[in-house]
């Protein structure tokens, strides 16, 4: 191939301006199709899909609950008054967000909306009655109780609030409307609450909760940032207009995404503007060149160039979350660079150039992106568009430097009186003949080999999560309003119309409200009291008819006219009443609701293309929560979320299969370099600190106890890249001993490698957000631990294995 590349190489030196029109043409073609890319920030794609979680993800797309913003308004030295006011001008402000940021806005009840409730609830009484509500009816239908009942109603007619009863009392003598409502406490008011003024407030009058759906899912952190900025804006406003007597704060999945996308911004804005400062300094340093950071650079963009508008014609939509995570691993692109420009540095040119850095660095480019392809055996699309993009950057990448770099970057003329720098003391200086460094380097193999079985994976995504002390206050604030001692558990049923979705909801329903009567659940919210499937809306109606037979029906009639005459009522002052028993009811449709009762539905029940959910939120605590589970699981088309186990659940499918994915990724590499070598023993001496390096990365974190999380895990491919890279050149640089510089310019590249990198990912560890500091400390671990098993443990197995041999 050495050959293949210099013959290239002569060629272009005749027609340089050519190959730079040519090369100039290529870059816009691909940056044209590159530029049309669209992306999608859904998180959950990063998480493997299978037979067995792909019906659980597709409800978790189609559920809202965890979405909603909470506004905690709270009276501080101010008055009840002062809380309601604040609530008031809070609700004018977020109303003018409505459509364009603001789906619905929940915790405020007009009185219009109640007298409208009441009348839909009469309206369709079968729909609202129970098998418990038939038997207190036959109780309430004797003689008695019916003369008892209109006795009530004539004395609240005639009392001062007569002339607001008047209406429902003529329609519903029977208050057969307040039976039926009963059934529709598990969509009301929480205990420990109330409806005041407009406004759900706690018992002691100290709170007002709002509850917000937006119109963004929290992962659309672009357009969540500028809606929390108007948020925070109002609340800025209000809390200085009612300053020192009421305050207002926000918590919700939308503020805390954004707050994690704006501290992700600043962390990677600060961190990369410290290893760009510093890097070009050392490459100008060092080459003694301005121009030296776009060559090094222009193969690792051109690699991003290639594999991006190849993805972009076989994907219609790219992960953002891949390519973000592919950006960081094409750190690994820039060693090829490096290492051309070293070796010319010392003096290489043509046909030696080519014959020291053709080989390990398509070896190297070649089984890196094989390992990275191995990602195509997971079932996860971000996770394949990941393993594409990093393949053919590689590949991209590592045939661009070299044919470009030799063309642009040529050695100045220099005297031949040497002077010794730093660089060149480290990488002349045999550190494998040192026996306190091997012996320390052994030591921590040793150490490794205990601790690295004590090396955990965090399954907690809240840990994670970067949250501003603003936000962590306002949670424990809700905390203790909400007590929150109790877990919330959601239970969805799934079907691939609304009809089977609600049918399944109905069995689930009927068994919350056994367990919540059995208190093994503490309570729960469901749409089953209101929404019904057209099956049991069907069943209903026909038990209706079934109760009130004409018999029946003459009997209640006749008793309420004898008692109401004997009252004063007119004769037919009922007549609509036993009209309406008798009517022929219908089933009701979602559109029949009023807005009242949709805006609650539409919490609880989403309908998409073919697919519908029904969810209901139950409190349990942590003792009832596994038993509750056993017994819904056993429902058909039913699955139960509980947020903590989700994460285990799906997170522990992800460390399975990068656990599988790694031995992939070996015996791809192994593959490859018996290809290449077809010496068993360098392969040997090639694999084998790729192993080490891997435990003694692994056995460090183990003994500072840290731990992989979904974040770093990736990262871990990156590591395991550079340690193929460097085992590769050194290896060939032993095997090209007989050249006396060659050992220590491949050292020399490293050490560029190892310093690029460092400041590329490693000053991560000054960001604040968790997940950025932990892809850090693993990285500069994994990269020190590389270059140590390369410098020290490859020169003793090459002279074990292949020198002494010889």
Known sequence: MDRFFFKLYTSIQKQKAVFFIVLALVCTGLASIAFQVSFEEDISKLIPSNSENEQFQKVLKNIRFTDKVIVNIKKENGTTEDLVNYALELKDSLDSLRGDYIKNIQGTAKEEALFETLDFVYDNLPLFFTETDYAILKRSLSEDSIAKTMEENYKTLISPSGMIA???????????????????????????????????????????????????????????????????????????????????????????????????????????????????????????????????????????????????????????????????????????????????????????????????????????????????????????????????????????????IPQVYKKKAVSNTKKKTGFNRITTYPAHKNKAVVVCL??????????????????????????????????????????????????????????RALQQNDSVYNLLKGLEKSSEIEMFNSVGGLVASEEKQSEKIQEWNQFWKSERLENVA????????????????????????????????????????????????????????????????????????????????????????????????????????????????????????????LVVVTTVPICLTWLLTIGVMGVFQLQFNVFNSIISAFIFGLGVDYSIFITNALLNEECKNTLATHKTAILFSVITTILGVGVLVFAKHPALHSVALVSVIGIFSAVLIAFIVQPLLFNLLIFKKK
Request: proline fraction near 2%; glycine fraction near 4%; charged fraction near 15%.
């Open 442 to 499: 052994a030591v921590l193999l040793v150490i490794s080999c205990f601790s690295y079985n004590s090396v955990e994976f965090n399954k907690d995504l809240e840990q994670l999560n970067y949250k501003p002390e603003q936000l962590v206050k306002a949670e424990k604030e809700l905390e203790s309003i909400t007590n929150s001692v109790s877990k919330s558990v959601y239970v969805a049923t799934y079907g691939a119309t609304l009809e």
């Open 166 to 404: 008047k209406k429902q009392i003529l329609k519903d003598p029977l208050h057969f409307t307040n039976l039926a409502l009963q059934n529709l406490k598990s969509l009301g008011v929480e205990e420990g609450f109330k409806l005041k003024n407009g406004f759900i407030m706690t018992e002691d009058e100290q709170h007002i909760l709002l509850f917000i759906t937006p119109k963004f899912p929290s992962s659309d952190s672009e357009k969540n940032t500028i809606f929390t900025e108007r948020l925070y804006l109002f609340q800025e406003q209000l809390n200085k207009k009612f300053s020192s007597k009421v305050t207002g704060d926000y918590y919700g999945a939308v503020f805390i995404a954004a707050a994690n996308a704006k501290q992700v911004k600043s962390d990677i804005q600060l961190t990369i503007g410290i290893a760009l400062t510093i890097l070009l300094l050392i490459f100008i340093g060092f080459y003694r060149s301005v121009w030296i950071p776009l060559i090094i650079l222009f193969p690792t963009i051109f690699g991003a160039l290639v594999s991006v508008a190849f993805l972009v014609l076989i994907r219609p939509q790219l992960s953002a979350i891949s390519l973000g995570i592919g950006s960081i691993l094409l750190g690994i692109t820039l060693d090829y660079s490096l290492h051309i420009l070293t070796h010319i540095k010392n003096g290489e040119t043509g046909k030696q150039l080519y014959k020291s850095i053709t080989k390990p660095i398509l070896m190297s480019s070649l089984t890196t992106a094989l390992a990275f392809l191995c990602l195509l055996f997971i079932n996860s699309e971000a996770l394949q568009d990941l393993g594409i993009f990093a393949a053919v950057s590689v590949l991209g990448a590592s045939v661009m430097a070299l044919l470009f």
């Open 558 to 681: 006749s008793s309420i006219n004898n008692t109401s005459e004997a009252l004063g009522f007119k004769p037919n002052a009922f007549a609509s009443f036993y009209n309406h028993l008798n009517s022929n009811f219908e089933l009701l449709k979602l559109s029949d609701y009023p807005e009242f009762g949709s805006n609650m539905i539409a919490d609880y029940i989403s309908e998409t293309n073919e697919f519908a959910t029904v969810t209901s939120v139950i409190k349990t605590n942590e003792n009832q929560t596994e038993a509750f589970q056993t017994k819904v699981e056993q429902l058909q088309n039913t699955v139960v979320i509980d947020r903590k186990q989700l994460n285990e659940t799906l997170l522990n499918t992800l460390q399975n299969d990068f656990n599988t994915l790694l031995w992939y990724c070996f015996g791809v590499v192994v593959l490859a370099l018996l290809l290449f070598y077809r010496n068993w023993k």
